[in-house]
């Protein structure tokens, strides 16, 4: 039923109402019967009017029959034109009862015969009754229907003319009523009943469009477990056509049936399968694959009477999604080749499973002058070499192998011998000598070196963490000769490894107790001949013997301990320029490391509060490596310094990066020339050239110049006639001296004497106390 056109489905429940088929049988022998009654009472009477109106019943009654068809199949039509039909029955009908109504009139008035009258006043009640039933849903044809039969009979009746037939009418009224009143109730009962039907009707419809919208397909099976309901997400997912009917089947009867069509593609089947396995095996896999690219998630409720729901979810992309993160934690993204921890547990695991006179080797290797490409021409450059290195290690990589992006630009394979014909030394050779041709990126040319450093097992250990760690080694001695080769790892090695350890062990523990000391080399003016600065260095003796800081620090650098040595230096410098003439400062060396990590500026804030020294009387000398790798953090960092008053050197400059662009950017006061622009001044012409040029940019700059490294006479006359440099530090002033020696000098370098220890007031700081 087309349930959305309200209007028409109210004339059907009308029209059915009125003419309910099963009740026609019924309806024909109450007029049979008043139209027979009619013609008998005629036939005793032989008066015209009776008979008139037996001929009148009799006609509606056959067009009544004749039309019987025509009503049932306008009745199951959901659209028909009820109202005419309706227009046309009220008629028929209205008029059959008038008909009645006469003919009881006829009947009263014309004869005096109680055998017809009692014929019509049974014939018209009875007639009152079916309209009662047929009717009682349309009062307005029921009350006219009553009045067409009643008012014709009581006229008959009053005919008489006596106070008996008066009562008899008054007995007719209340029947009337009360039929009326039934007719009423019945009503409100029946439309009562129709709404509920309806409500059920679109409780239905709703709960279906519910099924039909969900995004889970759902499937209902009887106690029997044959299919009830399939929603539309259910069909979809198994492929099953709409018009496939799959109700009232099992499972297993419906993939059989698929089989005809999709023997191959049976997504029914699979569910089917998955199902039993979770029924009967007692298995807990609830996603599975239904086809080569699509995963479900099944679940299941078994219900109060035997039945059960099934629940099925397309979790195709959520398992891709996972997929993806397991990848992802498995490779590295940007060159795609195993990343640290993947590479770890492969490299472990095929270890073990090394045959007992097999051998394997870890080669470990970095790019030489990656960092240098990465500063200046950017991260997109570096990234493009790094994935072209993995591509063209990729190219060479023998079968079997693993390879990694260890972290930054180091890399790492695992090769079994066996699997490596060339032999592990000549693919040693080709990674450093074939993977690091130059490449072309946005018209510039890529160079870069790479050095390698191998170790083998089971010579030199059994273990991925040792075999590493060698090959580490072994990089880093490759590297300290020369770049761009590959060392195997040795027993020599071996033993720098185990120093090392030792060296580390001894620095922790010199850093732990205040071992290291600090000595002052003088800076001095040009003009004035006088120390102006004394630069802190740290010493640090190991056995007896002086250990370069060029050594330690690195280390410290290594093993996180800069930061206490860093945080100690300032305090002590502070505290010891505090003895000093006051025209004198002093600068501190920052390590690069330090000054990324951050908590400079609270470190140079509490030695000045601690010592009470003037910021004006500090300098930090940092290196272009501390800027250059964060220029953001290093503006931040070096502006806060100037605004508390403390005065910034670059040192080195010249050694590092060819990038001057940034020399502006930053509040510097100071440029120290490194030492390696005027070890040759004396000798060579470019030499002096060279200097000339970084002096010149360092005053184009508006900064002081400090030429460090001056160790002769003939360096020193030279920087004077021929360069414009504000200060000078070298070992022809002085090494870097004691802080006793250093107070010395520097009064004397004054003219004045030194004041006595005692005078100077000030407390010791230990180097705990800076660490902390
Ligand atoms: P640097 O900051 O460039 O310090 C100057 C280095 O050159 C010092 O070496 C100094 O002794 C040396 N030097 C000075 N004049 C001459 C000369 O005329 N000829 C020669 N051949 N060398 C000269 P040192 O003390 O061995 O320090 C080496 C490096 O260690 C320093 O280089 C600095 O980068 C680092 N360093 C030293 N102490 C510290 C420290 O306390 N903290 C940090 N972060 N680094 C430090
Ligand atoms: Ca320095
Ligand atoms: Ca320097």
Redesign the pocket.
């Known amino acids: 039923v087309n349930i959305s056109n309200v209007d028409s489905r109210e004339a059907l429940r009308r029209a059915r109402a009125l003419h309910h088929y099963e009740d026609h049988v019924a309806f024909f022998y109450a007029k049979l019967s008043a139209s027979a009654a009619a013609i008998i009472s005629f036939l005793l009477t032989n008066e015209m009017p009776i008979l008139l109106a037996a001929v009148g019943m009799l006609a509606i009654m056959l067009f009544d029959i004749s039309n019987i068809q025509q009503q049932k199949k306008l009745l199951a039509q959901p659209d028909g034109d009820f109202a005419d039909w309706e227009y046309h029955y009220t008629f028929l009908s209205t008029f059959f009862m008038l008909l009645v109504g006469l003919w009881c009139f006829f009947s009263f008035t014309l004869t005096k015969d109680l055998f017809i009258h009692l014929l019509c006043v049974s014939i018209a009640m009875g007639n009152v009754l079916t309209l009662l039933c047929r009717n009682f849903s349309n009062e307005r044809i029921l009350t006219l229907q009553l009045f067409a039969v009643g008012i014709p009979l009581i006229l008959g009746v009053l005919s008489y003319g006596d106070y008996r037939s008066l009562v008899l009418c008054t007995f007719f009224l209340p029947l009337f009523s009360s039929v009326r009143d039934i007719s009423g109730r019945l009503r409100s009962m029946f439309r009562d009943l129709e709404r509920q039907s309806d409500e059920k009707e679109a409780f239905g419809v709703q709960l279906n469009e519910a099924l039909e919208s969900m995004s889970h397909g759902l499937l209902m099976f009887d106690e029997t477990m044959h299919l009830k309901i399939i929603n539309k997400t259910a069909r979809e997912i198994l492929d099953i056509e709409e018009d496939f009917n799959c109700y009232h089947k099992s499972l297993k009867q419906i993939a059989r049936m698929v089989d005809f069509k999709k023997p191959l593609l049976n997504r029914v089947r699979v569910l089917e399968e998955n199902l039993s396995k979770r029924l009967h095996e007692n298995s807990i896999e609830r996603i599975f694959k239904i086809s080569e690219t699509q995963y479900l998630e099944l679940s299941m409720k078994m219900r109060n009477d035997g039945g059960c729901v099934l629940v099925i979810e397309d979790v195709t992309q959520r398992i891709e999604y996972q997929m993806r993160i397991n990848e992802l934690a498995k490779f590295d993204e940007l060159t795609g080749l195993c990343n640290r921890s993947f590479f770890l547990q492969q490299a472990t695991s095929k270890l073990r499973l090394l045959g007992k006179d097999e051998e394997a080797a870890l080669i470990f290797f970095d790019l030489d002058d990656f960092k240098r490409v990465n500063d200046t021409l950017g991260h997109e450059a570096g990234d493009y070499i790094l994935t072209n290195v993995a591509e063209r290690l990729r190219n060479i990589l023998p079968r079997g192998a693993i390879a990694a992006r260890y972290g930054g630009d180091e890399f790492v394979i695992y090769v079994r011998a066996r699997d490596c014909r060339i032999g592990i030394e000549t693919l040693a050779d080709q990674i450093v000598s074939e993977i690091s041709t130059d490449l072309q990126f946005n018209n510039q040319v890529l160079r870069f070196g790479i050095s390698a450093g191998v170790a083998v097992c089971p010579n030199d250990g059994r273990t991925v963490e040792r075999l590493l760690k060698l090959a580490d080694l072994a990089l880093y001695a490759a590297k300290g000769a020369g770049k761009n080769q590959y060392y195997f790892f040795t027993a020599e090695l071996e033993e720098t490894l185990q120093k090392r350890i030792l060296l580390e062990d001894d620095l922790a523990e010199a850093i732990h107790h205040k071992k290291l000391d600090?000595?002052f080399?003088p800076i001095i003016g040009m003009d004035s001949g006088k120390v102006e600065v004394f630069?802190?260095?740290?010493?640090w003796k190991r056995e007896g013997l002086e250990v370069?800081?060029?050594i330690f620090?690195p280390l410290a650098e290594d093993l996180g301990l800069?930061r206490a040595?860093?945080e100690w230096?300032l305090l002590e410098?502070c505290r010891q320029c505090k003895t000093w003439p006051e025209e004198i400062r002093v600068a501190?060396?920052?390590?690069?490391v330090?000054f990324q990590v951050g908590s400079v500026i609270q470190a140079v804030r509490n030695a000045l509060d601690e010592t009470g020294l003037e910021p004006s009387r500090l300098e930090v000398?940092i290196?272009e490596t501390a800027v250059l790798n964060d220029m953001s953090h290093a503006v931040v960092v070096l502006e806060a310094l100037s605004e508390i008053g403390v005065g910034v050197s670059l040192?080195?400059f010249g050694t590092g990066y060819s990038s001057l662009s940034y020399l502006h950017k930053l509040p510097l006061d100071k440029l120290?020339i490194?030492?390696s622009f005027?070890d040759n001044i004396a000798d060579s012409p470019r030499s002096r050239t060279l200097l000339k040029g970084v002096t010149v940019l360092g005053k184009a700059l508006h900064l002081k110049v400090v030429v460090?490294?001056?160790?002769t006479q003939a360096q020193f006359d030279l920087l004077r006639e021929h360069y414009d440099v504000d200060l000078i530090?070298?070992?022809?002033f002085s090494?870097?001296l004691p802080a006793g020696d250093t107070r010395e000098y520097a009064w004397r370098s004054h003219g004045k004497s030194t004041p006595q220890d005692e005078a100077i007031k000030i407390p010791h700081i230990h180097m705990d106390k800076a660490a902390s």
Do not use: C, F, M, Y
């Not at 501190?588 to 690069?592: F, Q, R, T």
């Not at 460090?708 to 160790?711: L, N, Q, S, Y």
């Open positions: 600090l000595h080399q630069e802190a260095l740290t010493r370069p800081p060029d620090i800069i040595i860093g230096t410098a501190v060396n920052l390590s690069a330090q000398e290196t040192d080195d120290k490194d030492k005027v460090e490294g001056v160790e530090q070298g070992w022809l090494r870097a």
